[in-house]
């Protein structure tokens, strides 16, 4: 009986330690499988989960090297690889459900890919940051092209409505059914259209205030926070409490707005990057309070996990390198229900890998 208030003392101490403990993970090398008909990914430039717990992930193929699509060639100089089409579909376990994607009828297909997002009705928006990409498109899960918004170009305009500037990623609210675009590349600004009919909404620039195209200096860790977003504005998310929040990634960054582009704080993680800024995707934690902000950091090649409330980083994961569970260029990532992250890389990485949820439990 002398142990039991030893005992009871112990598991005390531990239970709240162990509730209130960062997501931990560890990579799962076997995911994805390997592509069917000699298939090979090229820059995976963006990813998400939907619904059923699908990942969804667009990828370049213009980006491969003759060398990794030797077989494309006629007559092939090599036994190995062709390359996949731009959007891909896996289930949990790594199978690649459903291809398609590139150049087609009634749209302008992009000469970057760049970012996709599956919204609450199951329609899959992509979007490009080439010089000359000036739209986000809008299909149905099996490649029906359903709408457009913008078109090609070269023009940077903040303010222009009509046209995006190499728009980096979406997201559609299911409240207002709007879609937020993260604009991007080119632009400075977060600018909303109506999901189903592309009609222009409203737009704005760091802090709330009306975007400009004014060249920004340097990002100063020591100076001022910049009174604007820098290029690329690169993500956009939006909580289920309303609250949105978007990548300021040159400036190592995070903003975050009421949905009517009311600024309510910022974020800095990492402060200190400058090589291409710290802050390039996050998403949001899946428990009920969505808790955590989950952080890629391409510059420093980790993710970062932040408390929701506060900003604080709280652990990371991840180190430079092309080993399983190392990152070069990590550009994006998402969540499942059940914890788990999905990463891609670009640059010369071209990859995309699973990180499994191990504890403490989702609440």
Known sequence: MKFVPALLALALSIAPAFAGDPPKFEVDASWPKPLPNNWIMGQAAGVAVDAQDHIWSIQRPRTLTDDEKAANFSPPRAKCCKPAPPVLEFDEEGNLLKAWGGPGKGYDWFENEHGI??????????????????????????GKFILQIGRPGSKVDSNDVTKLGRPADTEVDPVANEVYVADGYGNHRIIVFDADTGK??????????????????AFDPNGAPPQQFANPVHCVRIAKDGLVYVCDRQNNRIQVFHKDGTFVREFFVEKNTKLQGSMWWLALWPDAKQSYLIAADGANNEVHVLSRDTGQELSSFGHSGRN????????????????????????????????????PPLR
């Open 324 to 359: 399983a569970g190392q990152f070069h260029w990590v550009h994006n990532l998402a969540i499942d229900s059940k914890g788990n992250v999905y990463t891609t890389e670009v640059d010369n990485a071209k990859r995309a890998q699973k990180f499994r949820y191990v504890g």
């Open 200 to 217: 222009y909404k409203r737009h704005w620039g760091a802090y709330g205030k009306k975007p400009t195209d004014e060249k920004p200096a």
């Open 117 to 142: 997002n599956i919204d609450y009705k199951g329609f899959v928006w992509v979007g490009g940051n080439s010089k000359d990409d000036g739209q986000v498109l809008k299909f149905t899960e099996d």
